[in-house]
């Protein structure tokens, strides 16, 4: 089990909650009471969107840290295929550039905008809404 940590989602939607390594970004937020919005739950309407952070829990640290280095990934650790009918619709609709798509999909990264319905979760991660 991971942590997965809504924030920005409004006071009530706001939460940590555990949830399986492999599930749906999208199907642990609706499954806590989270809304997100969306449309076509098959990547391509971009509804979606959410700004997402890879944590790490420490036993030693109350809370957690951020893992977050664009230039020292772990990439053994957090690999996240993306698939191109994502990333095309994340560019498409600004939210990533083509250059980072084609990193993500080079270096086997996750950009750190995710459609929630297409982003199988690896790790703990900071969800935020995108906007
Ligand atoms: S709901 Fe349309 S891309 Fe996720």
Known sequence: MVNIIFCGFGDEMDKRVLAKQGDVLLRVAMNNGVTIPTECKDGL???????????????DVKGFESTVDPDAWDKDKYTTYMEDKELNTLVEMGAISKKEAETAQQYAQQTPIRLACQCIVKGSMLVKPFE
């Open 45 to 59: 309407c971009g509804s979606c969107a959410v700004k997402v952070e890879e944590l790490e829990s420490s036993p």
